[in-house]
């Protein structure tokens, strides 16, 4: 069955620190991989997204994840974290086109990001 | 821009009242999710339409139905709403199993 870990359930930085969110999952096949972003009382923004070809992934706000197949793994990283950056963080992997699981995504519980000033 | 809009941002509902939440689309995907979220957790699908196909998660309770009559919009009827169903709504859409774009939310608040 598919799932999504993500280790660390809160995080705290320091601004001009640089990040890096774990996240693993199971899955049969080679999945497609997100990271989405989410503000108090907002909806989910997508950072970026893996679905084949290169491994290291850019996204938007100076972020990128590599898609590690040997580890089951995609982590997020930024070099230099920003305030502004606080925010829960969610790792997910998708179903690919099979019939009723067609587009599900599987979220992990979340990393919840601090940045101290 | 292209965008997923939800209404209301915020809905005060009595207990067993029913609810409706709204969902529109200007992105043209085919996909529609509804997802429910309750405080510190993750997103929980509760049902998504392929074009005019319907699908139902198997824990998605009775009391909660949706509605689909046209690509843009979507709706998420709650038919007697419990202290349990106070949570964000989330709608969600995606071209066939791409990626998902989410609205801004509903947060819905039981009394």
């Known amino acids: 069955a598919q799932s999504v870990t993500q280790p660390d359930i809160h995080i705290t930085v320091s601004e001009g620190a640089s990040l890096e969110l774990r996240c693993n999952y199971s899955y049969g096949a080679t999945p497609y991989l997100f990271w989405y972003v989410q503000s108090p009382g907002q909806g989910l923004q997508l950072l970026l997204k893996?679905?084949?070809?290169?491994?290291l992934v850019q996204g938007i706000k100076g972020f990128e994840a590599e898609f590690k197949r040997s580890q089951s793994s995609f982590n997020l990283r930024k070099p230099s974290v920003h305030w502004s950056d606080a925010a829960e963080y969610f790792c997910a992997v998708g179903a690919k086109n099979r019939g009723s699981t067609l587009g599900r995504l599987y979220f992990g519980r979340g990393t919840q990001l601090t940045v101290w000033p | 821009d292209a965008m997923v809009i939800q209404n209301p941002r915020y809905q005060v509902t009595q207990f067993g009242k029913p609810v409706t939440l709204s969902c529109s689309q200007t992105l043209n995907h085919n996909v529609m999710y509804w997802y429910q979220q309750k405080s510190s957790q993750a997103p929980k699908l509760l049902f998504h339409y392929y074009d005019k196909d319907f699908n139902n998660e198997a824990d998605t309770p009775d009391n909660f139905q949706s509605r689909r009559p046209n690509t843009s919009f979507c709706f998420l009827d709650i038919r007697s709403p419990g202290l349990g169903d106070a949570a964000m709504y989330l709608c969600?859409?995606?071209?066939?199993?791409?990626?998902?774009?989410f609205g801004p939310g509903t947060r819905l608040l039981v009394l």
């Open positions: 893996y679905f084949s070809g290169d491994t």
């Open positions: 969600a859409t995606s071209i066939r199993d791409r990626a998902q774009y």
